[in-house]
């Protein structure tokens, strides 16, 4: 008789990276097809971008009635859509190289999502320390080093497009928020190296055990 | 590695095949492979105990250091 497969928490999450990747490829497709005008009016490209401190301050009723009350506006983030009449229009190499960066960054995040469903499909299979996965943690924190890289430069890219897009009047700039994307991959990718080295340890224990008769 | 496992001589002294005497060992017979190929990094009391009670020799007859060529002591 056939008992009934237990649900263990290895296998859900082998499920649920699964689907996160299938529908990480399915946005990653969608935004394509959005990008080169397949299935909409026509072409565009999107991204956030700051604007940063406008000339004058915002002079607003002081709380005591008395003196000056004046706020600055030094940041705020905004999706910026930048449409084409058509195709041809997009075909200019900073919007291509914007389009690169940005669904470069998307294919990392796939990628990542990939590399873990794999590893908890070892871990689902009973393959608890197999060097395979040593090498799959390795090739994520390597991904979550490069992928705020690819970020910060797809924003570069976005800021300078919207700022030659909107004739000097408002400055647009890249998001701060990219910068420090930027500090925490880096040390993401240190922590997740670390976990690598830690599954090195455990899969030449492992096989010592296995060896030891 | 300059351990050699010379179950294969004792063994062969004895008369008995890998099958006989992983049964009587309590082992599997692709383990006691892996200990006779001398892929094993390393074996339990338990092991060679077992081992030299059914082949009646001691851990000195199956085990062997040789040292290795161009490694200074």
Request: glycine content about 8%; overall charge positive.
């Given at each position: 008789?056939?008992?009934?497969?237990?649900?263990?928490?290895?296998?859900?999450?082998?499920?649920?990276?699964?689907?996160?990747?299938?529908?990480?490829?399915?946005?990653?497709?969608?935004?394509?097809?959005?990008?080169?005008?397949?299935?909409?009016?026509?072409?565009?490209?999107?991204?956030?971008?700051?604007?940063?401190?406008?000339?004058?301050?915002?002079?607003?009723?002081?709380?005591?009635?008395?003196?000056?009350?004046?706020?600055?506006?030094?940041?705020?983030?905004?999706?910026?859509?930048?449409?084409?009449?058509?195709?041809?229009?997009?075909?200019?190499?900073?919007?291509?190289?914007?389009?690169?960066?940005?669904?470069?960054?998307?294919?990392?995040?796939?990628?990542?999502?990939?590399?873990?469903?794999?590893?908890?499909?070892?871990?689902?299979?009973?393959?608890?320390?197999?060097?395979?996965?040593?090498?799959?943690?390795?090739?994520?924190?390597?991904?979550?080093?490069?992928?705020?890289?690819?970020?910060?430069?797809?924003?570069?890219?976005?800021?300078?497009?919207?700022?030659?897009?909107?004739?000097?009047?408002?400055?647009?700039?890249?998001?701060?928020?990219?910068?420090?994307?930027?500090?925490?991959?880096?040390?993401?990718?240190?922590?997740?190296?670390?976990?690598?080295?830690?599954?090195?340890?455990?899969?030449?224990?492992?096989?010592?055990?296995?060896?030891?008769? | 590695?300059?351990?050699?496992?010379n179950v294969d001589v004792m063994m062969a002294k004895r008369k008995m095949s890998l099958t006989e005497l992983a049964s009587k060992v309590d082992i599997t017979p692709a383990n006691l492979s892996?200990l006779k190929t001398?892929?094993?990094?390393?074996?339990?009391?338990?092991?060679?105990?077992a081992i030299?009670?059914a082949l009646d020799c001691?851990?000195?007859?199956?085990?062997?250091?040789?040292?290795?060529?161009?490694?200074?002591?």
């Open positions: 008789m056939k008992t009934a497969q237990s649900i263990s928490l290895p296998k859900v999450l082998r499920y649920v990276f699964l689907c996160l990747t299938v529908l990480g490829c399915i946005a990653l497709l969608l935004n394509l097809v959005g990008y080169f005008g397949i299935a909409s009016d026509g072409p565009f490209i999107r991204g956030w971008v700051t604007t940063v401190a406008e000339n004058k301050p915002v002079v607003l009723p002081h709380p005591d009635g008395s003196g000056d009350f004046k706020m600055y506006n030094f940041g705020e983030q905004k999706l910026v859509m930048v449409e084409f009449a058509n195709l041809s229009a997009l075909f200019q190499s900073r919007y291509l190289a914007y389009i690169l960066f940005q669904n470069l960054a998307w294919v990392l995040g796939i990628f990542i999502l990939y590399q873990m469903y794999r590893i908890f499909r070892n871990l689902d299979i009973g393959v608890t320390f197999p060097l395979e996965n040593m090498r799959r943690i390795r090739l994520i924190a390597l991904a979550v080093l490069v992928f705020p890289v690819v970020g910060y430069i797809a924003a570069n890219l976005m800021a300078n497009i919207s700022y030659v897009a909107q004739g000097h009047q408002i400055t647009m700039a890249r998001p701060p928020i990219f910068t420090e994307n930027l500090l925490l991959g880096g040390l993401l990718s240190l922590v997740i190296f670390a976990l690598a080295e830690v599954f090195k340890s455990g899969s030449q224990l492992q096989q010592e055990q296995e060896l030891t008769i | 590695m300059p351990i050699i496992v892996i001398g892929k094993a990094k390393a074996i339990r009391f338990a092991t060679l105990e030299c009670k001691q851990p000195g007859d199956v085990l062997e250091y040789v040292a290795e060529a161009g490694k200074s002591e």
